[in-house]
T-cell receptor
């Protein structure tokens, strides 16, 4: 299956700073990638659809100005959490793959102090 | 938004026993998938069942789908301690774009 990497695997930052998370598709050209967020002991919630070369599509309730998504190439999508607050602390996971089969990255754990 | 419910939320069994997890969803779907997540890790795709299929097998896994009831079940037979993980169902209602809506998950503990 497709290999998806994320960087960093974990990050601790101060409140008010911005954090960039990278999602790379190592062996699959992904025109679309998905970003999910998972709070402790909860399920994955879809945040947005990242579209190569165009604007991301955000799910209801997700602030597009706070969670900036850039998908500049077929192998890289980035999620930037701007002006992070403690409530943004979560596990962020990306996915991509051919239709019907999604491959998930290992996740990025964000802790905002 | 969550697509549906999973039950039980938590399940504890002895090694060798079978584990059954159920998932219900709300909208029409193209396919339903089951994933496994070890604590604090990414997701591993287990099995996909299409909306026109009723049952599918993969090794020790058996998945059923009842579109009339909007429900699915995952059966793990002859469980092993290594099966301890969280299991999520996810539905693709978007025309096979890969956009998934996840259930709430079942945490399975298999005691050796």
């Amino acid at each position: 299956g497709a290999v998806v990497s994320q960087h960093p695997s974990w990050v601790i930052c101060k409140s008010g700073t911005s954090v960039k998370i990278e999602c790379r598709s190592l062996d699959f050209q992904a025109t679309t990638m998905f970003w999910y967020r998972q709070f402790p002991k909860q399920s994955l919630m879809l945040m947005a659809t990242s579209n190569e070369g165009s604007k991301a599509t955000y799910e209801q309730g997700v602030e597009k100005d706070k969670f900036l998504i850039n998908h500049a190439s077929l192998t890289l999508s980035t999620l930037t959490v701007t002006s992070a607050h403690p409530e943004d602390s979560s596990f962020y996971i990306c996915s991509n793959g051919p239709a019907g089969t999604q491959y998930f990255g290992p996740g990025t754990r964000l802790l905002v102090l | 938004s969550q697509q549906g419910e999973e039950d039980p939320q938590a399940l504890s069994i002895q090694e060798g026993e079978n584990a059954t997890m159920n998932c219900s969803y709300k909208t029409s779907i193209n396919n339903l998938q089951w994933y496994r997540q070890n604590s604090g890790r990414g997701l591993v795709h287990l099995i996909l069942i299409r909306s026109n299929e009723r049952e599918k097998h993969s090794g020790r896994l058996r998945v059923t789908l009842d579109t009339s009831k909007k429900s699915s079940s995952l059966l793990i037979t002859a469980s092993r301690a290594a099966d301890t993980a969280s299991y999520f169902c996810a539905t693709d209602a978007s025309g096979n774009t890969g956009k998934l809506i996840f259930g709430q998950g079942t945490t399975l503990q298999v005691k050796p």
